[in-house]
């Protein structure tokens, strides 16, 4: 997939870069259209952003991507967003991907097209969890754990109050519980909700967040140097994928 994506993004007129092992950009930085995209649940989105070096970002679109069709959507998907706004993949100076936690295939669709795209171009991609940016769209005061409906029984989960670099979990139902104790739970999932409150738990549900939130989130690593290369962009799944956990050993 990755390959096919870096055949389709690149041209003879852009040879390909070569990387430091980290991309040193916050010092110089002054303003930058920042593509941000979020293919970590059934339903994803992008957006293109106009950012700058006094930390504001202004969303200019954002459009949505329908579950199940990540990577037949996504990079027409991106053409037609930079097109109407009258940009090519050139104009793009950074990107924001949202790595985890969330849906193996999802994610593993976005975080190529960002290869892909950030190696062909040389721009810096700065990577944001999911859990953070569902703390970013939380408004209660107080302490913060983020959470999010991870399948199989169970939870994915981080105190809110870590911000960009939350220490992200996997916990069953009942170690969600003791573990979210004394917190203010925040959460866009409806099962993730009810099972707070049935544990006593007071509960903010919020919408969940969109790309531009992912934007936002993703422009304040930019600034501050906090990005990575194409070569080191990887999906956080926080628990092992279902291949992984139903193969059998050699």
């Known amino acids: 997939m990755g390959l096919e994506l870096r055949r389709r993004f690149s041209s003879a007129s852009y040879p390909l870069p070569k990387y430091p092992a980290r991309f040193e950009f ?11 995209i979020d293919t970590s649940g059934k339903q994803g989105s992008i957006a293109l952003a106009d950012c700058r070096s006094d930390s504001a970002c202004t969303v200019l679109e954002v459009m949505p991507l329908e579950g199940g069709t990540f990577s037949a959507q996504l990079v027409p998907q991106i053409a037609s967003l930079l097109a109407r706004h009258r940009l090519t993949k ?15 295939t999802g994610l593993r669709v ?7 795209l950030a190696e062909v171009l040389g721009k810096p991609i700065a990577t944001v969890s999911s859990l953070a940016a569902v703390g970013a769209v939380a408004q209660s005061p107080g302490r913060l754990m983020a959470a999010l409906d991870a399948g199989r029984g169970e939870v994915f989960a981080a105190h809110a109050e870590m911000g960009d670099e939350p220490n992200e979990q996997v916990l069953s139902r009942e170690e969600f519980l003791r573990a979210a104790a004394g917190f203010i739970v925040a959460t866009p999932d409806q099962s993730v909700a009810d099972l707070a409150r049935g544990g006593g738990l007071p509960v903010e549900e919020v919408l969940r967040p969109r790309s531009d939130v992912v ?6 690593k930019i600034l501050a140097g906090n990005t990575v290369s194409p070569e080191q962009l990887e999906a956080n799944y926080v628990r092992r994928p279902d291949a992984e956990i139903f193969s059998k050993p050699a």
């Open 215 to 220: 934007a936002r989130l993703g422009w304040k």
């Open 26 to 36: 916050g010092q110089f930085l002054r303003t930058m259209f920042l593509l941000a």
């Open 110 to 116: 976005g975080l190529a097209a960002v290869k892909a």
């Open 90 to 104: 050139q104009d793009v100076g950074g990107f924001a991907a949202v790595s985890g936690p969330g849906s193996f």
